[in-house]
């Protein structure tokens, strides 16, 4: 039998395979399952590096902790953990001259700042801990969340710090609203029964464990049970006049960490 015929048959295989690679480079990785919410679908598109990557975003503050002295004698060092609302809160204009913190990341649920709480939070060793999370968590920015997963993932975050002795401050859930365009899905990810519900475990949990709770829901809250149009433009990030407000019931809560509320 000649081989001419076959050299010929691979030779044509392997001229396909050659003219088919330009369209197999251009197909796009598959997307993530859309949640039905465009916003969150895209945002979540955009963040995939990260989960694949990075997933509790250690390198965001690796270096500024290195850099960071040990605390002074008799400093009351107080670290902030949580999502964007912590992130975008800029502490020193709000609580000058005290050695607060930011620990906040854009984006983040409890169970990424479970995995940065050592890098960020222990090893600060910082006198209380703030925590403001778990809104992401009932959105799914993360992927679907049960609220019993987040309140484990409180009560992990209290259980490390109190071992280190670290006194622990929960900052309940701020209410969202749906008064501008730009709030609507941001509302619609974050349904009230929910975050009454979290805000409820919390503050009983507070109550049997010896932490302290710090209610900003209440001091933001409308007569319709979402938060104060003029508290928040995007219906979930507090305005200026928000951190005001969220600012001194934090001192608050802080004073009342270090004066009541001893690690043990």
Partial sequence: ????????????????????????????????????????????????????????????????????????????????????????????????GKPYINRGIDGQSTPEMLVRFRQDVIDLHPKVLVVLAGTNDIAGVTGPTRNEDIEANYASMAELARAHGIRVVFASILPAHNYTHDAEESFALRPRNRILA???????????????????????????????????????????????????????????ALAENPAR
């Fill in 198 to 256: 979290l805000n409820k475990w919390l503050k009983d949990y507070c109550a049997k464990n010896r932490f302290v709770y710090l209610d900003y829901f209440s001091a933001v809250v409308d007569e319709r049970g979402m938060l104060k149009r003029n508290l928040s433009d995007d219906g979930l990030h507090p305005t200026d006049a928000g951190y005001k407000i969220m600012a001194s019931l934090a001192e608050k809560a802080i004073q009342k």
């Fill in 1 to 96: 039998m000649s081989r001419q015929p076959i050299i010929r048959t691979i030779s044509q295989l392997l001229f396909a395979i050659l003219l088919s690679l330009p369209a197999l480079a251009q197909q796009t990785a598959p997307s993530i399952p859309s949640t039905g919410f465009p916003g969150l679908d895209e945002y979540r598109t955009s963040r995939i590096s990260i989960y694949t990557d990075d997933f509790g975003q250690l390198a965001r503050y690796r270096e500024a902790n290195a850099a960071l002295a040990p605390p002074a004698a008799g400093e009351s060092r107080v670290v902030f953990i949580g999502d964007s609302i912590t992130d975008y809160w800029k502490l020193p204009d709000y609580f000058p």
